[in-house]
C-alpha cells in the first residue's frame, strides 16, 4: 500500500527549461511534505518542505506546490541546470509526538540535457 | 553541519551470515532511522530509535534488528543474511526540539550491501 506516490519514473528536461516532477499521496492525515534530492551513490539531501497550512514554498530555483484536496504536490525547478540530473524523492510525515517518519515515493529520474 | 557516517560504502556477504552496519553521526541528535532502498520502491523504514536503548519497528522490520547503546551510534543487524536483502541501507537523524521531533531527516551516504 503506497501512501506517496512518484508516477514518473523518469523526467527528461533541456536546460534552462523549467523541471516539474509531481507526487500524489492518499493519507489525509499527512501535514508535512518534503523533497530530497539523490546522487549516485550518495545519501539523499534535503531539498525543500512545506508545511499543510501552506499551498506554496519557494527558495531559489526550487518551488514545491500542494494542493490539498488533490492530494498532490508538485516541485518545480526553473531554470533547470545539469547539476539538478539526480533522483527525486517526495515524502510525508503526519505532526504528533514522538520521532516524526517519513514516508517516501518511489522516486523520479530527472535528467537535464544540455 | 549535519555529518552522518556509515561504517562501509560497499559490503560483501554470504548468505546465513551475521551482518553489522553502523552509523555514527555527530549532531547530537535523538532520533536515528534505518532505510533500504530499492528501485521503484523509494525508501522503506526498517528501524528507528529516539533515544538510547529504546527503538520501534518501522514498515519492513523482518529479518531486522537493531541497537542504540550510545546516542551517536545506531547499529543495523541482520541476523542471517538472505539474498532478498541485497540493498542499499541508508541512516539518517532528526533532531528533537523541545521534545518535539522535527521532520527533517539528515542521511548518511548509504552502504551498498550484496548477500550471495
Known amino acids: 500500500d503506497q501512501q506517496v506516490k512518484q508516477n514518473s519514473p523518469s523526467l527528461s528536461v533541456q536546460e534552462g527549461r523549467i523541471s516539474i516532477l509531481n507526487c500524489d499521496y492518499t493519507n489525509s492525515m499527512f501535514d508535512y511534505f518534503l523533497w530530497y534530492k539523490k546522487y549516485p551513490a550518495e545519501g539523499p539531501t534535503f531539498l525543500i518542505s512545506i508545511s499543510s497550512i501552506k499551498d506554496k514554498n519557494e527558495d531559489g530555483r526550487f518551488t514545491v506546490f500542494l494542493n490539498k484536496s488533490a492530494k498532490h504536490l508538485s516541485l518545480h525547478i526553473v531554470p533547470s541546470q545539469p547539476g539538478d540530473s539526480a533522483v527525486y524523492f517526495c515524502?510525508?510525515?503526519?505532526?504528533?509526538?514522538?520521532?516524526?517518519?517519513?514516508?517516501f515515493g518511489q522516486g523520479t529520474r530527472l535528467t537535464i540535457n544540455p | 553541519d549535519v555529518k552522518v557516517t556509515q561504517s562501509s560504502r560497499y559490503l560483501v556477504k554470504r548468505t546465513g551470515e551475521k551482518v553489522f552496519l553502523e552509523c555514527v553521526q555527530d549532531m547530537d541528535h535523538e532520533n536515528m532511522f534505518w532505510y533500504r532502498q530499492d528501485p521503484g520502491l523509494g525508501l522503506r523504514l526498517i528501524y528507528f530509535?529516539?533515544?538510547?536503548?529504546?527503538?520501534e519497528k518501522g514498515d519492513i522490520p523482518e529479518g531486522y534488528s537493531v541497537s542504540r547503546e550510545k546516542k551517536e551510534r545506531f547499529s543495523l543487524i541482520l541476523e542471517s543474511a538472505s539474498t532478498n536483502q541485497t540493498s542499499m541501507y541508508l541512516c539518517?537523524?532528526?533532531?528533537?526540539?523541545?521534545?518535539?521531533?522535527?521532520?527533517?531527516?539528515?542521511f548518511g551516504p548509504g552502504t551498498r550491501l550484496t548477500v550471495l
Open positions: 515524502a510525508a510525515s503526519i505532526g504528533g509526538g514522538g520521532a516524526q517518519k517519513l514516508v
Open positions: 539518517a537523524t532528526s533532531v528533537q526540539r523541545g521534545g518535539v521531533s522535527t521532520d527533517t531527516q539528515y
Open positions: 530509535s529516539y533515544d538510547v536503548k529504546m527503538k
